[in-house]
Nanobody
C-alpha cells in the first residue's frame, strides 16, 4: 500500500522560507519519480519540481532559483525547500510519485504519469 503524507506548510510573510516534507511509504526499493505540485483556488494544478531516481531535478520556470527539491532515500522522504516566497506561491502543495517510466521523470507534469498523491499541505504567503 503506497502512501504519501505531506507536512511543513504554514503561513509566512513575503520573502520568508518554508520547507515541505513528504513521507513516502510502500515504494521502498522501487525506482520512481517524485514531484511537487501546487494548486491555487480557481487555478489548474501545476508542477513545481521533480526529482528522478538519479537525483536529477527539474523545475518550473516560476520557481527556478527559489525552490530546491531533494530526497532522503534512507528515510523515504521528499523535500521542497522554498525560499523568497511570494504571495503568488500561495496554494495547496501536493507531493506525488510514480513509476510509469521507471525512475525517470519523463512527462512528469502530464496527468496520469504520477499515480500516487498525498493529501496536500497549505502554504499561504502574505
Amino acid at each position: 500500500h503506497v502512501q504519501l503524507v505531506e507536512s511543513g506548510g504554514g503561513s509566512v510573510l513575503t520573502g520568508q522560507s518554508l520547507k515541505l516534507s513528504c513521507s513516502v511509504s510502500g515504494l521502498s526499493g522501487s525506482s520512481y519519480c517524485a514531484a511537487w505540485f501546487r494548486q491555487a483556488p480557481g487555478k489548474e494544478r501545476e508542477g513545481d519540481a521533480s526529482i528522478d531516481d538519479a537525483d536529477l531535478a527539474t523545475y518550473a520556470e516560476s520557481v527556478k532559483g527559489r525552490f530546491t527539491v531533494s530526497k532522503d532515500n534512507t528515510e523515504n522522504t521528499l523535500f521542497l525547500q522554498m525560499n523568497t516566497l511570494k504571495p503568488d506561491d500561495t496554494a495547496m502543495y501536493y507531493c506525488a510519485a510514480g513509476s510509469m517510466y521507471g525512475g525517470s521523470c519523463y512527462r512528469w507534469t502530464e496527468t496520469g504519469t504520477l499515480n500516487y498523491w498525498g493529501q496536500g499541505t497549505q502554504v499561504t504567503v502574505s
